[in-house]
Each structure stands twice: as C-alpha cells, then as structure tokens.
C-alpha cells in the first residue's frame, strides 16, 4: 500500500497506519491513510472504524466447509462468510447465539456485542478454528464489506491497539530509527509551545518531571524482565539483567533527548533543534537609528516565498488558469487593475512594529526592508525548483483598514477633511446629494499632480494628499489610486451596520413598535444553529444606542442584521420606513458578499444603494451621513477594479491578529514583545508546514441517486459533516444551487459524499417562496423531490443556511445572493385565487397594471414549457411563474377583412390610456434609467 504523503509503500493496513503516526501526523484530525480517500476524522477512533467499513474490501480464496446452525435446522456447504451471515439473522430476532469458534464461551443476542467480540477477540483467525466437520473445495470470494457492516454494527477501535502492533511487520519496526522518533517528540515540544501557547518554563517543568519519572521506573522494569526470565525457565546474573535493562531504557526517545546533553533537554537546546529541523524562515531584528534602541521586526518575503514555493500543495494553488469571461467578476484576475498591471504578485507579509515608533521615524525607515525585498522580487524574482526558473512578482494591492490605507498612502488621516475620499474628489458637504455617475474619481496621473504640486509648494495637503507613498516612490507597478482597496468589514459591519441599526431600532423602540426589554429578549432566546452560535450577537445597551451604535463586532452585526427579521420581522407592521431600510440594508450586504458578479448585477447594486441612501436621507433628515455611507457608494465601481471585495476584506487577517493576542496574553513578558511575537509566529508555520499537505448500508434512493452520479465507482465514503476549503457543512443545512425564474432553489443536505479527492453533496429538493417582509424565504419538505448530488461548483454561495421557525413557518435568509438580471416581479397571495379573472384583479391591483392582458403560466410537467391558463385548477399549488401578454386592439383590422371591398368609415377605435407597456429586460431598464438622469442634467442623451 503507498502512502499518500510519501514514496512510502507498506504491507498492510496497520502498517501504513503506523508509518503516518510516526511520520505525520500533525494537528487534531486524522486523515485517511488511503491514497484515493480525502476523509478526515476527529478521532483515532472513528479513523480505524472508518477503515474497517470503507476499506476492507479483499479478494482472496474462501474455504467452504459444513456448517451447521444450533438454533435451526440450517446445514449447508459455505463460506464462513455466509455463516456468519446466517448467524446475523438470528441476532436480529434477540436469540440467543453462542460463538462458533472454539474454546470460546462467549454467547449473546445483541447483534452488534457479537460483532464487537469477534472483531477484539477472533479477527485473525482461521477456519479450523471454527466447529465445523470436514472441509471442501475454495475458490475466490469477493468480501464487499466486513461482517460488521452486514449486520449492520459498528465497531469502536482504539489508534494503535496492542494487537495491531503486533500484526506489524518486523520490517517495518527496523525502519522507525531513533532520529524519526526524536523529531516526532520535538515536534510535539514545538506543538505545545506554538498552537497549545504553553510557556517555556512550563515545557522546562513537563521535560525534567518526565525524565525523572522514567528514570524512577527503572527497577519496576527490572523486576518485570527477571520475571518474564524465570516464567520462561531462563536463568541469568542480575547484572545481565540490569544490562537488558538499560538498553531498553536506553532506546527510549524522551530518556535520551531529555537527559543531560540532550538535544531536547533545555529551552535552548530545543531551540537550536528547532531551527535546524524544521523549516523556520528566521526573523530579523532592525534598529531604526543607531542613536536609538527602538526596533522592529521583520521577516523576508523572499524566503517565505522560496520556503512556500518548493511545496507542490502550494504552487498549485497560486498557478491560476481561470477562464476569464467577459461582462463577469469571480476573483480579483477580472478586475481591471490587475489587467493593467505589467507584473503582478500576491503575498501576505509579516512585518511587525510599535505604531509609537512608526509615528517617531516615519513610515519609509520602517517599510525599507520589505521595499527593499519587493524590487529584488521585481527585478530578480524568486527561483521556483518545480518550474525551474525565475518568476517575478509585485504587490497586488494592501489590505487595510480606511486609517492604515490614507497612511501608507500618503492622504489625510482624518476624515472631517473636505476632500476625505481616497477613491473621488467630492466634497464631505455634498456626499448626501451627489449621485454616483457625478463622482470625480482619482486618477493617477492627476494624483501625481497633486504630490508634484505639494512638494513645489509650502502646503500642507493637496486636495487630502499629504505625502507621496513610500511604496510608489520605490516600486515600479505600484500605485495608491490603484492599490488599496475598500475594507468591508471596517465599512459595512462595523460601519455602515450599526450606525442604521441603531437608528432604526430606536425608531421602532419610540414607536411602541417593540419595547427595548423585548428586544433583547428576542435576541438572547433565538435559538442559533451551527456557525450561527459562534457569531450570536450580544445583548444590546442603551449606552450604544444613545451613542448611534449598538457595539458588537463585525461578525456579530452581521448576524444580527441577517436573523433580525427571523426575531422581530413577524412584530413590524407592513410597510414600516425603518424596516424597509433594514432590510434594503441587508439586501445590499447580501449582493456585496457574494463572489460572482455581472454587469447587471453592478448595476442594480449602484440603484440600490442610491435608493437606500435617499430613503434614510428621507426618514432621517438630521442624520449626517458619514464618510463610510459614501465609501459603500463607490462598490460596483470597486468590484469592476479589483474584482469580488469580499476576497480583499480584512476578517480574513483576523485569525492572524488572535494568534498575536493569545501571544501576549500568555507569554507575560513584554521586554522584547516584537521578538518573541515574530518567533512564536514563524514557528507556528514551520510547524504546519512540517507535517503534510494543508489541506453503512444505503437508502435505496439514495442508492440510486449515487449510482447515476458515480455509475463506474464501487465504492465511496458517505460523511455526516465535513471542512471544505475553511467552510464546515453539516447533515440537515440548506444549501442554495440553481434557480427557477430568477429566485434560488434551495435544498436540504442529506449527506456529503467523498470521492476520490472530491466532495459532493447528497440533497433534496425544497419548495420555497420570497417573504418580502422578511426578505427571506420560506422553504417546505415537498414530500416527492427527487435525491439529487450537488457539486460545489454549481452552488449559488459556498456558505451553507441555518433555516428557523417563525410563526409556523420555516424560513432561510440568505448570507450573500446572486441577482438574476431578469426583470421580475414577485407577488405573495394570501389565498388561493378563485378563478382567473379573480387571478388577473389580484396582478392589476398589486402591480399596478392597466389595459387588457392574459397569462401563461410554466408548466412543471412539461419543464417548465409555457401552457395558456385557461382555468385556475391548473395552476402548480405551491408556486407559480406567470407570464403576462398583453392585449392588441384588432378591432380595426377584423372590421377591414370582413368588409373588404365595401367602402367604410375609418377605423374609430382609440388608443388605450395609458399605453400599457410590458417591462423591458433588467439591463434594458438600467441604461435607459441612466440615460434619464444623463438628460436632465446635460440637456442630451447618449445611447
């Protein structure tokens, strides 16, 4: 068998097991030691019942003898397979079934105790060992599962039992030299002090209490080798006995690596271990003038980047070979700076410094190191082993908040400036009024303008620019018009998001709409699912919301806004203004979260956000927008540069940032904090990278439904949860795949099935409905949807829904969406129309429609084709899609065919008013919406 992280090739099952215990093994889960298998458990445990159920499919020849049952009249020439079956139906009618084998007295009538007895106790066995009278003829015998699968048992097995050890070849043993098991102990020393964050001295302490724990056990071992001695009528010196002894102890890994002089047995000795078995990128330790003690720290991009590119599970990932289509943005490659860009790279840096010192000697002393890294990466580039050339590389763009951004940028860093805005020229007076097809946006060469302006001059800005920045001073694909991206974490959920949600709930509070007390109450009991648990919101103050926020963190605004009308949606009255903007607000969150965009979608983005700002303008006239209700405004602009935001936001920098803080929290020393933050982080890497890559019997719908995905695979594994790419999905999530007539379809995850290095969901098919009110939608077990398997790649979002009940009913909301340019219009009825003219009232009233129109209706019998509705009856229950087709006036044209050589009065017929006109294609409205706003301010339209 091959090892799926080595050239590794071993016997057996529990050898492989062994050699990726000892050569592996890393982290908290278990992955699956089978080259074709992409599982990963939590436990030692569930791995080795994972293997028995999923991997023990052998050929070999069966032995047929006679066997016969005791409790029946069975008797019969078979396999022992078949017996053992046989014996399987008995257990499940709670008889009584004494063990085949012999000298055996164990007996039972639970079908999975049986099982279990035989795996411990009769797993290598024989036939001979079974009762059975003389033997016949063998030929091969396919074994698809275990018995414990055919009886349906489970079987719970420990990671390395005793007995697998033995069945271990003596081969394999010779090979786990001592130096694999010292790196193995070193590698858990290292675990402890970077991922477990405990001490140094704390490490000290375990190391010498062990060590003096082994040595004491000495004269227990001592005793226990004179025993087994004398057991087997071996008679030797006790001094050759205590020489046994020793060599034992003596191959021990932590006696030899603790002891004195040993490798491992102090702080500093585990440190130069460290550093020379494990791939740590060593930081450097700066001073930033001579006549100073201050430093910083930093870590060379260069050999980070050597380090990471030598391994083939990374350079995978960072060759791209996407398709880029036109009119569409899923990754920032269709973004038109990086188009633009000559030469174009990506790296997460790590340079560390006190902001104090950053302040006292300027940003250019600090940032050398790292410009001095990115021009060799310009101009030399770094050596790929794998391709076996150079390949060069630049900053794409820094991820920052809005003050870190303006500070490497060189604008303002206060935003109560006139011209606060790093992406336009507008004026902080006119951010309410001033639409976005008016915005002067920044260019570069007007922003070079402006720094050649400021250094001619004796001013202190230039239109908010204060300094050139130090990036684009000394890199040549640099630019900050173009290299600093929004944060929509600093803008929206910890922005824009309290800010209305404060407001509108204290306007709900005022109205008597819902009491404070209430809300809170809603908030705390709503019963949270899955990931939703992590970012439950707490409970809000009135101190935050008398100063225009309602605190929190961004994730947990971001819960708040998505499951508020789940809480207090069914409170609201109809119609309510500062609902309504909540729940635009969260529609527009839900469109920037995605990560798949199109020229409509952009489009309706930029009218939704114009519309929400006029309508808070509307019910909050005292408001003062601030500077991020305009940075919001600048998104379908953004995601056209830089492509879906949402891969550029800084949450993603956020695990970083806790890794420091848990740092700092447990270390207790801050003399040189820099240092041994920079230390415990390069080597937690090198911790990671040490280790490997980065990365039952079934319904018969299920069966089937299998079957016509994977028609030439045998087996597969089946798994109740699983991590895929940082995202955990769960048996019973909704997943949204597909749409019908603009609005998503939604499913329900019945399992997840692993293929080869491949997931795929097993889901079933929900109805489901748009609440307007909620913006959310109801979703319903229809009882005869078919099992479907889901790949990934067809999922509308990766991230999986939690669905909640609300007044009886089960409703989802969404975490981001894809709008479908269509123009559609939905229509909620609270009864069942009685005929189809009672059908077309309800449309003309809510839609507004006038003049004369009939319906066509999309048949599901016969996907979905166009039927004429000619009687209520046929219209699907659940959800319709109507077409409306509207009346022409042939009065005239009848009237001139009947009476066609006579000679008649001209046709009197009038026009109907108004002229109903059927709604034109989303992207058709957009342009001529854009046209208007054009004609009313320049007099012309451009087409």
């Not at 630019?479 to 991206?485: L, S």
């Not at 019997?697 to 991590?723: C, F, G, M, V």
């Not at 009672?838 to 039927?867: M, T």
């Amino acid at each position: 068998m091959q090892c799926k992280f080595c050239t590794f090739v071993g016997s057996n099952q529990d050898v492989l097991l062994r050699h990726h215990q000892l050569r592996h093994r890393r982290g908290a889960h278990w992955p699956c030691i089978h080259i074709d298998c992409a599982c990963n458990f939590k436990t030692a445990d569930a791995l080795r019942s994972h293997l028995s159920r999923s991997h023990s499919r052998t050929v070999k020849r069966q032995e047929k003898s006679h066997f016969s049952c005791e409790l029946c009249e069975f008797r019969d020439i078979c396999s022992e397979h078949k017996f053992l079956v046989h014996l399987g139906l008995h257990l499940r009618n709670q008889e009584t079934v004494h063990c085949p084998f012999q000298r055996c007295d164990f007996e039972t009538n639970n079908l999975k105790s049986f099982s279990s007895h035989k795996s411990r106790n009769h797993k290598n066995h024989t036939l001979r060992e079974i009762q059975t009278s003389e033997f016949s003829e063998s030929e091969p015998h396919a074994l698809d599962q275990p018995f414990d699968d055919l009886v349906e048992a489970e079987t719970s097995q420990s990671g390395l039992t005793q007995e697998s050890c033995e069945n271990v070849s003596s081969e394999y043993l010779e090979n786990v030299d001592a130096k694999t098991l010292e790196h193995k102990l070193a590698s858990l020393f290292l675990c402890m002090q970077t991922l477990l964050h405990v001490s140094k001295s704390a490490v000290q302490k375990i190391v010498e209490e062990f060590h003096d724990i082994l040595q004491f056990s000495k004269c227990h071992s001592l005793q226990r080798i004179k025993e087994m001695l004398t057991k087997h009528n071996i008679q030797i010196d006790d001094s050759i006995a205590q020489e046994i002894n020793e060599a034992i102890f003596k191959t021990n890994p932590l006696i030899l690596t603790t002891e004195a002089k040993g490798v491992l047995s102090t702080d500093h000795r585990r440190h130069q271990y460290f550093k020379e078995h494990f791939p740590i990128t060593e930081q450097t330790e700066y001073l930033y003038e001579q006549a100073h003690k201050n430093t910083f720290v930093y870590v060379s991009i260069t050999q980070v980047l050597e380090s990471l590119l030598r391994r083939t599970d990374v350079l995978e990932k960072v060759v791209f070979s996407q398709e880029h289509l036109p009119g569409q943005y899923r990754s920032f490659q269709d973004g038109q700076y990086f188009k633009d860009n000559k030469l174009l790279g990506e790296q997460e840096t790590a340079l560390l410094g006190k902001s104090t010192d950053v302040k006292l000697f300027g940003v250019d002393t600090f940032l050398y190191p790292l410009i001095k890294d990115i021009q060799s990466l310009e101009q030399n580039g770094v050596f790929i082993e794998v391709l076996g050339r150079f390949v060069k590389g630049t900053i794409f763009c820094v991820c920052a908040d809005n003050l870190g951004a303006h500070s490497l940028a060189g604008f303002q860093e206060c935003f109560n400036v006139d011209k606060f805005c790093r992406f336009c020229l507008i004026s902080r007076k006119k951010i309410g009024t001033t639409e976005t097809i008016d915005f002067q946006l920044r260019t570069e060469e007007q922003h070079n303008t402006f720094v050649a302006e400021l250094e001619a001059s004796d001013q202190q800005s230039v239109n908010s620019v204060k300094r050139e920045c130090v990036l684009s001073k000394h890199m040549s694909y640099f630019h900050p018009v173009t290299g600093f991206p929004p944060d929509i974490l600093h803008e929206f959920f910890e922005g824009v998001i309290p800010v209305e949600l404060s407001l509108c709930l204290n306007e709900l509070i005022a109205k008597k709409v819902i009491t404070f007390d209430e809300l809170n109450n809603r908030i705390k009991s709503f019963p949270y699912k899955y990931s939703d648990r992590v970012s439950k919101p707490q409970k809000i103050t009135k101190a935050n919301l008398a100063k225009g926020s309602i605190g929190g963190n961004g994730h947990e605004n971001w819960a708040l806004l998505r499951l508020i009308p789940l809480m207090i949606g069914s409170s609201i009255p109809e119609q309510e203004p500062s609902w309504e903007i909540l729940m635009d607000l969260k529609e527009i969150v839900e469109i920037v979260m995605s990560n798949k965009f199109t020229e409509e979608i952009l489009g309706y983005l930029e009218s939704k956000l114009s519309d929400h700002r006029n309508l808070l303008i509307h019910c909050f006239p005292d408001l003062n927008l601030r500077p991020k209700h305009h940075f919001i405004e600048h998104y379908p602009h953004l995601i056209r540069c830089f492509g879906p935001l949402v891969e550029l936001w800084t949450m993603r920098f956020e695990s970083k940032h806790s890794f420091f803080k848990k740092v700092v929290h447990d270390v207790h020393n801050f003399k040189n904090i820099l240092f041994t933050l920079s230390s415990k982080h390069q080597q937690m890497m090198a911790y990671h990278f040490d280790g490997p890559d980065l990365t039952t019997s079934l319904d018969e719908l299920l069966r089937t439904a299998i079957n016509r995905k994977y028609p030439h695979q045998d087996t597969i594994s089946l798994a109740k949860d699983i991590h895929f790419y940082g995202t955990h999905y769960v048996k019973d999530m909704i997943i949204s795949a597909g749409q019908c007539s603009g609005l998503p379809d939604f499913y329900r995850i019945l399992g997840i099935v692993v293929n080869l290095d491949k997931v795929s969901f097993v889901s079933r098919k929900l109805s489901s409905w748009f609440l307007e009110h909620y913006r959310s939608y109801e979703v319903v077990e229809n009882g005869y949807g078919d099992i479907e398997i889901l790949d990934p790649e067809v999922l509308n979002d990766y991230h999986p829904l939690a669905a909640y009940t609300v007044q009886g009913k089960l409703l989802a909301s969404l975490l981001r969406v894809q709008i479908n340019p269509k123009f559609i219009r939905k229509v909620h009825l609270t009864q069942p129309p009685e005929s189809v003219e009672h059908l077309q009232n309800e449309l003309r009233e809510k839609l507004g429609l006038e003049g004369g129109f009939s319906l066509k209706y999309e048949d599901p019998d016969f996907d979905n084709a166009l039927s004429n509705l000619v009687d209520i009856v046929e219209l699907p229950a659940e959800r319709a899609v109507l077409h409306i087709l509207w009346d022409v006036d042939t009065s005239a044209s009848d009237q001139s065919e009947t009476q066609s050589n006579a000679s008649v009065a001209p046709s009197t017929a009038e026009w109907p008013c108004p002229i109903p006109i059927p709604p034109f294609s989303y992207d058709v409205e957009l342009k001529l919406r854009k046209c208007m706003k054009c004609m009313r301010r320049r007099a012309k339209v451009s087409l």
